[in-house]
C-alpha cells in the first residue's frame, strides 16, 4: 500500500478531509471547509442588503423557459468544487492510494459530479450518511460495514 488513504464526510454545510491511519483502525484531521450558505434559503442568498448578491430579477429579464437552479443549489455545487478541487491538488502533489466518502446523499452526487476521472478512480467506499460531526469511531464504523 503505497501513498495515504483519505475519508471525506460532508454535508452542503460543512466538509471534512482525515487521512486513514494505522490500516484503517484511526483518522488523522487533515482540513475541514464551512460552506455559510449551506442552511440557507435563496432568500437569504439573493438579497440587496450591500456587499450581497443582487435578486435574479434585478439582473434582467432571463428567459421564462430556461430554467434556472436556485441559489441554494449552486452554492451547494461551489461549495463540492472546493472541496473536490483541493482532493484533486492532493492527487496531483502527493500520492494517493484510495478515497472514501460518507455524504448526505444530495450532496455526494454534487461531489461526483465535480470529479474528474482520475479522482474518480481512486474512490474505493462509498456511503450515503450525513453524519459530518460524527466521532471517529463512528466513521470508522461505517467505513467497515
Known amino acids: 500500500m503505497v501513498g495515504q488513504s483519505f475519508l471525506l464526510v460532508a454535508n452542503r454545510s460543512e466538509a471534512k478531509v482525515f487521512v486513514l491511519q494505522e490500516k484503517g483502525t484511526a483518522l ?14 435563496d432568500q437569504d442568498i439573493y438579497t440587496d442588503k450591500p456587499g450581497r448578491q443582487p435578486a435574479p430579477s434585478a439582473q434582467g429579464h432571463v428567459g421564462d423557459s430556461m430554467p434556472r437552479k436556485d441559489a441554494t443549489e449552486q452554492e451547494a455545487e461551489r461549495f463540492a468544487g472546493d472541496v473536490i478541487d483541493w482532493l484533486d491538488n492532493k492527487r496531483k502533489t502527493s500520492k494517493i492510494y484510495h478515497i472514501d466518502i460518507i455524504a448526505e446523499s444530495g450532496f455526494l452526487g454534487k461531489l461526483r459530479g465535480k470529479m474528474n476521472k482520475q479522482l474518480e478512480e481512486l474512490v474505493e467506499k462509498v456511503v450515503d450518511k450525513d453524519v459530518v460531526n460524527a466521532d471517529e469511531d463512528r466513521l470508522l464504523a461505517y467505513l467497515k460495514d
Open 28 to 41: 488523522e484531521f487533515e482540513k475541514s471547509w464551512s460552506n455559510r450558505f449551506g442552511h440557507s434559503s
